[in-house]
């Protein structure tokens, strides 16, 4: 005796289920499908009942744990929160699709509990994925207190994006399982994401900017740095610009593209500041008097509470004999530096007083002489002046 058998229909949006649909015989078949098999059945939705039980076990598991360690933000506690979102008609698939596995089961009635297992697990694997990819975000930013209001509006932005990637590739999968062509909305989904990129640039690249400021952490709020002529302290860091105080007291407002594209020096990382003097001396010092000066001013650095670096001699210049100073203030607060350059500077002035020093000061000197080349004063001889000749 032979047997034909008919082949299942194709899957297309008409016919999702790629079988033949009839309501009147779905029910007939799983009517003959009980009555034939029901000690299968038992068996296997016993199985399905105990993997359905587990699941729930792990998901109220993961909940307790979460609520427990709610305050800690660790590798666990990420887990923990993505299996705490499992969802009941994901487990309500797992055990019906282990039932008409192991139960043989009809085509149609297999088809639809392989659909929709397909689409509960799809979409069950996004939400798990959604979830630890956020919770690595917030442990990576949950140990900068003060990036707390930008990192929740940044966070509220990459929640959105992570949720429109993860669920249009879920989509898209789900549409793929179910026999639909694809790849006209996957190329109609690149043209229009470059499309939305190039109209959107610069909102963008501030945004990505402004995420590697809060992940990277070249800087952060209250510390003070400088780039190119600026120098200020870090007030706020929002999601397009970065708002700085300069030293001179005025706000200063740079897109965090702007920003990053320069070379910025953080000097809050710095335990020290250095400072330089250049101190000038008349040519009338005695060259002993010239020799004690580096000495003199390594003694006022030191009884100012700074670190003496260098001194000396470094050139004769047109109106003076020029020394330099190096020293570091230890302290990365620009305030506390500006103070100790202010007092450093002014013992100088007194110690160089009290020692007879004398700084130097641009002067020039003027010498006239007859027409034949001989040198001559540049007032009579014997007085100042034509009043004081007569006198």
């Known amino acids: 005796m032979t047997t034909s058998t008919t082949p299942s229909s194709p899957i297309t949006l008409e016919n999702p289920l790629g079988v033949e649909f009839s309501f ?28 359905f039980f587990i699941l729930g076990g792990i998901k109220r598991y993961a909940e307790h744990y979460v609520r427990k360690n709610e305050d800690l933000i660790g590798y666990r506690t990420i887990i923990g929160k993505a299996l705490s979102r499992t969802s009941k008609f994901f487990m309500f698939m797992v055990s019906a699709e282990t039932i008409v596995s192991f139960s043989s089961a009809p085509e149609l009635v297999e088809r639809v509990i392989h659909i929709l297992f397909t689409i509960s697990a799809v979409l069950q694997v996004a939400i798990w994925i959604r979830e630890i990819i956020l919770g690595l975000v917030e442990r990576k930013t949950s140990r900068d207190p003060e990036q707390h209001e930008t990192l929740q ?6 929640r959105l994006l992570v949720t429109v990637i993860l669920f249009a590739i879920a989509s898209i999968m ?9 790849t006209g909305l996957i190329a109609g989904l690149g043209v229009g994401g470059i499309a939305i990129g190039l109209a959107a640039q610069g909102i963008f690249s501030d945004l990505f900017a402004a995420l590697s400021i809060i992940f990277d952490k070249p800087f952060r709020r209250g510390e003070t740095i400088s780039y190119d002529n600026t120098i200020g302290t870090i007030e706020k860091i929002g999601l397009k610009s970065t708002r700085l105080r300069a030293v001179t007291g005025e706000e200063i407002i740079v897109s965090n593209t702007n920003l990053l594209d320069k070379e910025i020096v953080n000097m809050t990382q ?10 000038g001396v008349i040519y009338q010092t005695q060259p002993d008097e010239a020799r004690r000066i580096p000495s003199l001013l390594k003694a006022i650095v030191e009884s100012n509470d700074a670190k003496f ?46 020692e007879g020093l004398e700084f130097a000061y641009p002067t020039q000197t003027t010498f ?24």
């Open 153 to 158: 509006n940044a966070m509220t932005l990459i």
């Open 174 to 182: 789900i549409l793929d399982n179910l026999g639909v062509n694809v």
């Open 309 to 354: 670096i260098r001194s000396g001699f470094v050139g004769f210049g047109d109106s003076s004999i020029n020394f330099e100073l190096d020293f570091d203030i230890m302290s990365s607060d620009y305030e506390v530096v500006y103070e100790g350059r202010h007092r450093i500077g002014l013992a100088i002035l007194q110690k160089f007083n009290e």
């Open 368 to 391: 006239t002489s007859d027409p034949d080349g001989k040198m001559i004063m540049p007032y009579p001889e014997g007085g100042f002046g034509i009043a004081a000749k007569e006198g």
């Open 270 to 279: 710095l335990a020290r500041r250095r400072t330089r003097f250049g101190i």
């Open 24 to 51: 009147s015989k779905f029910v007939d078949e799983s009517a003959q499908w009980l009555a034939d098999h029901y000690v299968d059945i038992l068996i296997a939705t016993a199985v399905g009942a105990i993997i």
